[in-house]
T-cell receptor
Framework: KQEVTQIPAALSVPEGENLVLNCSFTDSAIYNLQWFRQDPGKGLTSLLLIQSSQREQTSGRLNASLDKSSGRSTLYIAASQPGDSATYLCAVPSGGYNKLIFGAGTRLAVHP | ETGVTQTPRHLVMGMTNKKSLKCEQHLGHNAMYWYKQSAKKPLELMFVYSLEERVENNSVPSRFSPECPNSSHLFLHLHTLQPEDSALYLC?????????????FGDGTRLSIL
């Protein structure tokens, strides 16, 4: 049974810092891994999707890496800004019909 | 409108009430999903519909009854709910149910059971 864990559960940093959010999964036979952002009271916005054959994906100040063999993914946020404050979730598809298994998320607060 | 729209955004109901949550997608997708996000557990899948047919029921109690009348609309009918059912209910859609198809999420309905 696939399980997804995210560390840390919460993070508070001053503006401008470079950040690393961690995601681990128990079954390394994944098809892809996705990072989402969730603002309070809102739905999920997809940030990056990494295919199993890829090692990393970049979008602006975000970079996600994937190491299937060790069951880990990292989301790197460069030069953090207060607008980056949100909960970040990682998810992998498992079982049939694109069933996503989510981690509990990392709640990020970036203060000016 | 674009994307995935959910109504109502907030709902408060008693345990004996009957209500429905609505989801509409304007992306031309043919698969739709219901997820539950409660305060103390990770986001978890409830149901999957593909081409208007339910293809996955993730051991959800019968007090939750989904309906998909067409590929653009998805409902979740609620009756005799329990306090532990208070949560954010999210709808998503995708083009097919293959693992390579990203899911697009609505903003959810915040449900509170009195």
């Amino acid at each position: 049974k696939q399980e997804v864990t995210q560390i840390p559960a919460a993070l508070s940093v001053p503006e401008g810092e470079n950040l690393v959010l961690n995601c681990s999964f128990t079954d390394s036979a994944i098809y892809n891994l996705q990072w989402f952002r969730q603002d309070p009271g809102k739905g999920l916005t997809s940030l990056l999707l990494i295919q199993s054959s890829q090692r990393e994906q970049t979008s602006g100040r975000l970079n996600a890496s994937l190491d299937k063999s060790s069951g880990r993914s990292t989301l790197y946020i460069a030069a953090s800004q207060p607008g980056d404050s949100a909960t970040y979730l990682c998810a992998v598809p498992s079982g049939g019909y694109n069933k996503l298994i989510f981690g509990a998320g990392t709640r990020l607060a970036v203060h000016p | 409108e674009t994307g995935v729209t959910q109504t109502p955004r907030h709902l408060v109901m008693g345990m004996t009430n009957k209500k429905s949550l609505k989801c509409e997608q304007h992306l031309g997708h043919n698969a739709m999903y219901w997820y539950k996000q409660s305060a103390k557990k990770p986001l978890e899948l409830m149901f999957v519909y593909s081409l208007e047919e339910r293809v996955e029921n993730n051991s959800v109690p019968s007090r939750f009854s989904p309906e998909c009348p067409n590929s653009s609309h998805l409902f979740l009918h609620l009756h005799t709910l329990q306090p532990e059912d208070s949560a954010l209910y999210l709808c998503a859609s995708s083009q097919g149910t293959g693992f390579d198809q990203p899911q697009h999420f609505g903003d959810g309905t915040r449900l509170s059971i009195l």
